[in-house]
């Protein structure tokens, strides 16, 4: 098959940016007005804005990616969850909480604070439930590339 289609979404976690870049601009406010018995430094400003600048990049990004072979689930804070489409038994889009706690080989992975979740089961027994927005989307497209993949 040549013809390979990507669905692709990046997403961006405004309120993580939100809630640190506040602290951040309280830091800046802290070393300008040098509040407290011990204010802040210009080194030490210079070291946490940089802190927080990777802050930023490294927990504001979720990304999906589901191509012919994998359907990758990624964030850049840790490890990416790659999912052989072949190896993929069932799915199905499930509601979900956060305190949740199913027995068995179960992963869970929040890419967003909602309660829909894609389950994924695999021929070997493993389930993945990857809380997401748009989660039935996401398992239309899967299960697009489930079949194109039983087709050839």
Aim: proline letters at 3%; glycine letters at 6%; hydrophobic letters at 50%.
């Amino acid at each position: 098959m040549n013809n390979q289609e990507i669905y692709k979404r990046v997403k961006i976690n405004w309120w993580i940016i939100i809630i640190f870049g506040g602290f951040h601009v309280w830091m800046i406010f802290a070393y300008i007005h040098q509040w407290g018995n011990n204010p802040i430094d210009e080194a030490g400003l210079i070291i946490m804005s940089i802190i927080w600048f990777f802050i930023y990049i490294f927990l504001g990004r979720f990304k999906v990616i589901i191509d012919n072979n994998y359907a990758v689930f990624r964030s850049d804070l840790w490890v990416p969850v790659k999912i052989p489409i072949t190896a993929i038994k069932n799915i199905s889009v499930i509601r979900v909480g956060l305190m949740v706690n199913v027995p068995g080989k179960n992963e869970k992975y929040y890419f967003d604070f909602v309660n829909q979740a894609v389950r994924i089961q695999l021929k070997n027994g493993m389930v993945y439930q990857i809380a997401i927005k748009n989660a039935q989307k996401i398992k239309d497209e899967i299960e697009k590339r489930m079949i194109t993949n039983n087709i050839t």
